[in-house]
């Protein structure tokens, strides 16, 4: 069951990204509005740094990077939660929990908001997701598979 209201997520395509490549670099920035419940979603060949430069970004760090990289077996879509460290509001623990909680929200967020994308290489809707849980506690920065794009598929 999806999750996504589709008219809450803003896209954006920035650095010659397109809704059909490219490939790689090919870097997702995602933030929100605690006040609205929007999404705003940023593809391009490096990372929104003005996306993320806002007060509450910086202090909540609570934003979802991600991105697609070269493998031996093919492209896979790597995504990055930063969870403790450097200005973070809350602890490790809630923090953790937050992002396992949202992150289904926030996949389906980057799927549906590039969806040219994954029509353009649809072989990519079945590449792996890795996330990085980023932590200065070691038993909170795994690196997890979390399926493939198409698991994220807002039907």
């Given at each position: 069951m999806s999750r996504l209201r589709p008219e809450k997520l803003h896209v954006r395509f920035t650095d010659g990204a397109t809704g059909d490549g490219p490939t790689v670099p090919r870097r997702y920035t995602l933030t929100h509005?605690?006040?609205?419940?929007?999404?705003?979603?940023?593809?391009?060949?490096?990372?929104?740094?003005?996306?993320?430069?806002?007060l509450q970004t910086r202090l909540m760090r609570d934003e979802v990077l991600a991105e697609w990289q070269e493998e031996p077996d093919g492209l896979a879509l790597h995504v990055h939660c930063?969870?403790?460290?450097?200005?973070?509001?809350?602890?490790a623990a809630l923090r953790d929990a937050i992002f396992r909680r949202e992150l289904p929200l926030a996949l389906e967020a980057?799927?549906?908001?590039?969806?040219?994308f994954f029509a353009a290489h649809p072989e990519l809707d079945r590449a792996p997701i890795w996330v990085h849980f980023h932590a200065s506690q070691p038993r909170y920065r795994p690196v997890e598979r979390w399926g493939t794009p198409a698991d994220y598929t807002v039907r």
């Open positions: 509005s605690d006040a609205t419940g929007d999404l705003f979603l940023t593809v391009g060949r490096e990372y929104d740094r003005e996306q993320l430069s806002g930063h969870v403790s460290g450097g200005l973070v509001l809350g602890t980057l799927r549906h908001g590039d969806g040219g």
